[in-house]
């Protein structure tokens, strides 16, 4: 059985902080991994996707990879109150049409 | 726009009242997909279609079906509705295998007395 695990949270941070989200994943072939913002009573919604192991940033977004840990995190710079949402964890392996997701890190960014 | 449309958003049946719920998307996406969310539970698939008239069980398929007769459409069907299938549900598609990442819909909340 294929398992994404993320901490359901809340996560509270201020306004202007980083926020950090973590995930970790049991299947060591996965290959592709995402990052999701659901608001409430909305879609899942992709902000970031990574395929190899270290760092890659968009905006205020940064994304880690770690496959010999089998680790990934989300960072979110200069967090703002519209940040607050719930964030998934995706993770698919090659050759799988079937992606896990994990039940999501709540967060809550506060004025 | 690039979109997953799904209908309706909102709905209440009665217990073994056949339903169908609709998915169409308009990005040519070969890959399809249906998921239900339930609170402390997360997204669970139910079924897939990688392409027209290709169709495979996800993780609860289970109550649900589903067809595939033309690239744009993927319908959920719940023939004999229960109230454990009580649920927000999502379509969603992918231009491969979703190794780029999905599209969703934008949700149906199904509630069955």
């Known amino acids: 059985q294929k398992e994404v695990e993320q901490n359901s949270g809340p996560l509270s941070v201020p306004e202007g902080a980083i926020a950090s989200l973590n995930c970790t994943y049991s299947?060591?072939?996965?290959?592709?991994f995402f990052w999701y913002r659901q608001y409430s009573g909305k879609s899942p919604e992709l902000i970031m996707s990574?395929?190899?192991?270290g760092d890659k940033e968009d905006g205020r977004f940064t994304a880690q990879l770690n496959k010999a840990s089998q680790y990934v995190s989300l960072l979110i710079r200069d967090s703002q109150p519209s940040d607050s949402a719930t964030y998934l964890c995706a993770v698919k392996g090659g050759g799988s049409y079937i992606p896990t997701f994990g039940r999501g890190t709540s967060l809550i960014v506060h004025p | 726009e690039a979109q997953v449309t799904q209908n309706p958003r909102y709905l209440i049946t009665v217990t073994g009242k056949k339903l169908t719920v609709t998915c169409s998307q308009n990005m040519n996406h070969e890959y399809m997909s249906w998921y239900r969310q339930d609170p402390g539970l997360g997204l669970r698939q139910i079924y897939y279609s990688m392409n027209v008239e290709v169709t495979d069980k996800g993780d609860v398929p289970e109550g649900y079906k589903v067809s595939r007769k033309e690239k744009r459409n993927f319908p959920l069907i719940l023939e004999s509705p229960s109230p454990n299938q009580t649920s927000l549900y999502f379509c969603?598609?992918?231009?491969?295998?979703?190794?780029?990442?999905?599209?969703f819909g934008s949700g149906t909340r199904l509630t069955v007395v």
């Open positions: 299947d060591r072939v996965s290959q592709s």
């Open positions: 990574i395929y190899s192991n």
């Open positions: 969603a598609s992918s231009i491969n295998g979703g190794d780029y990442g999905y599209t």
